[in-house]
């Protein structure tokens, strides 16, 4: 059950996707000419659509929002959060999906200037103090390439990063990819109010099923695509 007021508690689970799945989704993402962004937060959508059941799937994408030039030298927070919506059927394959990710996200980023306060005030949705209007998960991809290793050397001072200790939970459920020259890292937020650790890690292990169905196959319905491990498979048979 939602608690009646958002207590914000949570924890993370860390996910390493291995090396031989990147590749494939790299090659899949370049075949279909979407970015491995639209690729990951199509199968993050699909994956919420085979949990729910619901066909009407929003996922809310944090954006630089630095698309002027007078903002580009500016030091301060200028992100935004854009409200990403799918419309899954279960008869669709996954590169129908795709498209319409890509489609949607091009059509996003042309309205990034947008407030999201400005889209809440004007949609009206009923509030309530128990989640976030509008989308209650959220997707965030990063990518770092060699240059933002190169700033983190300093000459006379060595540098190491931080461990944030902090558990706590913005939304519902929120998936974090960082992709990098060495493969991409994973990890899934949530609420502890809402899911267990049990819950959770079974969620990252459909979801890498999930990414291992479409690399090569991504003419399958969404409605077909494997999810369950074997030890699953074996469980409800």
Do not use: C
């Not at 991504?218 to 074997?230: F, K, T």
């Amino acid at each position: 059950p939602r608690p009646a007021v958002q207590s914000y508690r949570g924890a993370r689970l860390d996910i390493s996707l291995d090396a031989v799945l990147v590749k494939g989704l790299k090659a899949l993402a370049q075949r279909e000419g979407v970015t491995l962004f639209m690729l990951l937060l199509a199968s993050f959508q699909t994956l919420l659509y085979r949990y729910s059941g619901q066909s009407d799937i929003r996922v809310g994408v944090p954006i630089a929002n630095r698309n002027r030039a007078e903002t580009e030298r500016l030091i301060g927070f200028f992100v935004n959060t854009q409200v990403l919506k799918a419309d899954i059927d279960g008869q669709m394959t996954f590169s129908q999906v795709l498209a319409q990710v890509k489609q949607r996200a091009l059509e996003a980023q042309s309205h990034q200037d947008l407030p999201f306060e400005q889209l809440v005030e004007a949609l009206q949705p009923e509030r309530s103090l128990s989640h976030n209007p509008l989308f209650q998960v959220m997707f965030n991809h990063q990518t770092e390439g060699h240059k933002a290793r190169a700033a983190l050397q300093l000459p006379g001072l060595a540098l190491e990063a931080l461990e944030w200790g902090d558990q706590s939970a913005q939304f519902d459920l929120s998936l974090d990819t960082q992709e990098s020259p060495e493969g991409v890292a994973a990890s899934l937020t949530y609420a502890t109010d809402l899911f267990n650790a049990a819950t959770i890690e079974r969620m990252a292990q459909h979801w890498q099923a999930l990414l291992r169905a479409v690399v090569g196959r991504a003419g399958n319905r969404v409605a077909q695509l494997a999810m369950l491990s074997e030890d699953e498979q074996r469980g409800v048979l």
